[in-house]
Structure formats: structure tokens, C-alpha cells
């Protein structure tokens, strides 16, 4: 009788992470789809969606709302980023949250950087390189103030830690005195 109860509770739970999972992957799927034809009507091709679609995806996962994502990317298609270009941004808006930044954050860092390059009359190629470069400085200041943040939070810890204990001790001592 208990192996039949352990197979039906192993059963339940494969059930509960399965349908999760599977409900998560839909979703995403829907999202996506959403996200695609709402581009298509912003005029964006087919082929620029195709190549921001596993960024895109990427957002997804990291839970960011649809609303952004298609915004994000109609401002760059309008400010003349297209296909390898336009993906070129995605992937930048990826990296830099991978580096510690959120989508708000990372989007508007390669707005900047491209405006920047727009703004001194660069164009095509030129324009890819000035952001790469722009960009690389702007995900090492992440890096160091992730790290910076880090350093200041785990300070934090150490000196609340040693509250605690100081205030353990005085109330071993007040203790101690109240029992003599």
C-alpha cells in the first residue's frame, strides 16, 4: 500500500511541475505572438521581428512587460535601427540587464548611446561601433556599482551581526546581574 502512495504523490507532483511548466511555456508562446503583431502593425518587417525574436524571448523570461518591449523597439525601428541593427540592440538591452541593469535602465542606455552616435553624424556601421562602445562603458559601471552595492549590503550584514551579538552579550550580563 505505501509504494502505491509514494507512486501516486511522485505522479501528483511530476503533474503540478509539468502543467507549471507547460502553462509558463504557453504563455510565453502567447506573449510573444502578441508582441509579434502588435510589431507587425508598427510597420515593423518580418524580418526585423524574426531577428529580435529570441531577445525578445529572453525578455519574456525575465518578465518584462509586453507594453515595453513593444515600445522599445518601435523607438528604435523609428529612430532608423533595422534587421542586424535592430537585433544588434536587443542583444545590447539583454547584456546589459544580464549585468545587473533592469529593462528600463538598459533600454534607455542604448537609446542614449545611439542618439549619441546619431548626434555626431555617424551612420551605418560607424553608428554600431560608437553604441559597442558607449555600451561596454556603461555595462563596467554596472559591474562596479553591482559590486559596490554588494560590497556596502555585506558591510551592513557584518555590522548588524555584531549589534546582535553586543546586545546578546549585555543581555547575558543583565541577566547574570539580576541573578546575584
Known amino acids: 500500500m505505501r509504494n502505491y502512495v509514494k507512486i501516486f504523490f511522485c505522479l501528483l507532483l511530476f503533474s503540478l ?19 509579434n503583431t502588435s510589431l507587425k502593425q508598427r510597420n515593423l518587417s518580418d524580418k526585423d521581428i524574426k531577428l529580435i525574436e529570441n531577445s525578445v524571448k529572453e525578455l519574456i523570461k525575465e518578465k518584462v512587460d509586453k507594453t515595453l518591449i513593444i515600445k522599445g523597439a518601435t523607438h528604435l525601428r523609428q529612430a532608423g535601427m533595422k534587421e542586424n541593427d535592430l537585433a544588434f540592440c536587443f542583444q545590447k538591452v539583454n547584456e546589459l540587464m544580464s549585468a545587473g541593469s533592469n529593462y528600463v535602465e538598459s533600454s534607455n542606455m542604448v537609446k542614449r548611446s545611439l542618439e549619441q552616435a546619431q548626434s555626431k553624424g555617424l551612420k551605418d556601421k560607424e553608428v554600431i561601433k560608437a553604441m559597442t562602445a558607449t555600451l561596454k562603458v556603461d555595462k563596467e559601471e554596472i559591474i562596479k556599482n553591482l559590486n559596490l ?17 553586543k546586545a546578546k552579550v549585555e543581555n547575558k550580563n543583565k541577566s547574570k546581574a539580576k541573578l546575584k
Open 17 to 35: 511541475v509539468f502543467n507549471d511548466y507547460s502553462f509558463a511555456a504557453i504563455d510565453a508562446q502567447s506573449t510573444l505572438k502578441e508582441i
Open 149 to 165: 552595492r554588494k560590497k556596502q549590503i555585506n558591510q551592513a550584514l557584518k555590522d548588524a551581526q555584531a549589534k546582535v551579538n
